[in-house]
């Protein structure tokens, strides 16, 4: 039978050892890892148990019960997992808010910031022992030679997998805390194309390319949409493109699959003056069966964005705009809806974004249009019609 004492008790066995136990804080009742030879270090166990409990509670910290501290003890003693082997892991087990991998240009991204920006400074260090004055350091020592854009996504990285080793419990605190340093690289200011320039581009391309200049600028596609759509995505009685997939290509040829975002799935309407343009295009250069692409590249396939730049590298510099890059066709777009009076809300759904901070740019873009069109009726005022 168990010796009740101030605190905990002691009970002998049949071989003669003893046994000591204890009801913890959290009313669970612990025994000692061991029985005892004698009863005196069974006391002693309790003594130093009733310690701990005490130390904690002065501590304001957390108690440990004896199997959570052997644990540790565990842990201490296990190899550290360095910041480079968990990194690479967090990039091959990530998943996104579907619960699905991510996309092999997402990852091969990822993968270029670690190895250019991380691995050289953390990568060899075990998790734990990053401190927030390293992290500092490492981020004072990317200076100008490297992009803002680059450390912006550098320090986005580091900041993402530390809090993910947080909620792995592998650290108890991400040292990643740089006021400002996560902000966004401020964007190139683009002046979109009018629609007489888009003429002009478009009549410079190949005649089997034309309709793409028209459909990228006045329908506002990404371009992985626009190398992805095929006959069957065009809604003859609607005169809709219906955007269902797009293509990307990382390394190992094209990779067809959903949209960006779950918000690009979306039918855009096509303004009634590029209607017969689209007609003209799919009656003379696209190919019979549903499933044909509509600007596929030389041997039939996904016409590469790099092929298609070479091409649209002409038919810029025709229409004297050599300052604009293919997606800036998609901004053009976007920035001449908002300007008919599209709302927030119908440039979201037209262009396909998750969230309205996108759409509202180009809000904004309209409004600094409509101060140029007022600066210009001034003028009339005072003879000056440029």
Known sequence: MAERREFGYIGKLPSGRYQASYIGPDMQRYNGPVTFEAKDLAIVWLHNEKKRIAEAAADDVPWLSPAARLEEARRQLMPKETFGEYATRWIDERRNSKGEPLRILTQKDYRHILAAYLMPTFGKRPIDAIARADVRAWHASLGTSTTLKSRTKAYGLLRA??????????????????????????????????????????????????????????????????????????????????????????????????????????????????????????????????????????????????????????????????????????????????????????????????????????????????????????????????
């Not at 200011?189 to 190949?206: G, H, K």
Request: proline share 7%; charged share 25%; aromatic share 6%.
């Open 161 to 386: 997998i530390m809090n993910s080793a947080v909620d792995e419990e592998l650290i108890q605190a991400s040292p990643v805390h740089i006021r400002g340093a996560g902000a966004a690289a401020t964007k190139r200011p683009v002046e979109p194309a009018t629609p007489a320039e888009i003429d002009v581009m478009a009549a410079n391309m190949p005649p089997r390319l034309r309709a793409s200049v028209y459909i990228a600028a006045w329908c506002a596609r990404r371009y992985g949409e626009l190398a992805e759509l095929r006959r069957k995505d065009i809604d003859f009685a609607n005169r809709q493109i219906k955007v269902r997939r797009a293509v990307t290509f990382p390394p190992g040829g094209p990779v067809v699959g959903p949209p960006k975002s779950e918000a690009g799935y979306r039918d855009v309407s096509i303004p009634p003056h590029i209607w017969p343009i689209i007609e003209e295009h799919l009656e003379r250069w696209v190919r019979p069966g549903q499933n044909t692409l509509l600007f596929p590249g030389e041997a039939r396939g996904h016409m590469r964005h790099s092929v298609m730049g070479t091409y649209f590298a002409k038919a810029k510099k025709a229409a004297g705009r050599e300052d604009l890059k293919w997606h800036d066709l998609r901004h053009t777009g976007a920035t001449m809806a908002a300007q008919v009076g599209a709302t927030t809300a119908e440039l979201q759904a037209r262009l396909g974004h998750s969230t309205s901070v996108a759409a509202q740019l180009y809000q904004h873009a309209a409004k600094d249009r409509d101060r140029q069109i007022a600066e210009r009726l001034s003028r009339l005022v005072g003879g000056d019609s440029s």
